[in-house]
């Protein structure tokens, strides 16, 4: 478990499925930013029991255990280069309290220490706000616009992408 000050991060495992499932699935939870989705159990259980050397879903817990969201990264390997992303969502009822911020501190920290890689990067949806002052907070850097990057709820949408490298980091702020 990664303890921070206000919440913990802990790897998924069964006993998350059935929550998981329910957040993807519920746009309120997802939010207007991300695309609409329906996954089924055996999709979730595929996602949890993903190898954790290029997937990994770990579960957001405040300090009484409730579980208030989903962190996680991938690795995409292709040709000369290997890119790590994280994304990650709350629950509506736990966001703008500084949460999500202390989740990607905590998150960078870990994988800085425990990954042998460069950058971490995260795309947001131009409109969410939020999420871009999140990624600030936590030290990314906006490095620019990618247009048209997803098809969502019907139009293609902007994102900007956003990245942290390894010596803008230092050392562990959290950890």
């Known amino acids: 478990m990664l303890e921070g000050i206000n919440i913990n991060l ?3 495992d069964k006993e998350d499925i059935n929550l998981y499932q329910e957040w993807v699935n519920n746009s309120k939870v997802l939010g207007e930013y991300n695309p609409l989705r329906q996954i089924s159990k055996e999709m979730v259980q595929n996602v949890i029991n993903q190898p954790p050397t290029n ?6 817990e405040k300090k009484d255990k409730k579980r208030i969201g989903v962190i996680l990264y991938f690795i995409n390997k292709g040709g000369p280069y290997e890119l790590l992303e994280i994304g990650y969502f709350l629950i509506p009822s736990e966001r703008k309290k500084g949460f999500c911020t202390e989740t990607v501190k905590i998150f960078v920290d870990f994988l800085f220490l425990t ?3 460069v950058r971490i990067q995260a795309a947001t949806i131009t409109k969410n706000i939020g999420s871009q002052k999140v990624l600030e907070k936590a030290g990314f850097t906006k490095e620019g616009i990618i247009r048209k990057m997803m098809w969502c709820r019907g139009d293609w949408r902007d994102y900007i992408l956003f990245s942290i490298l ?3 980091w230092k050392e562990p702020k959290i950890l």
């Open 10 to 12: 802990r790897i998924s």
């Open 55 to 60: 997937f990994q879903v770990f579960i957001i």
């Open 115 to 117: 990954k042998q890689i």
């Open 166 to 168: 390894r010596y803008e």
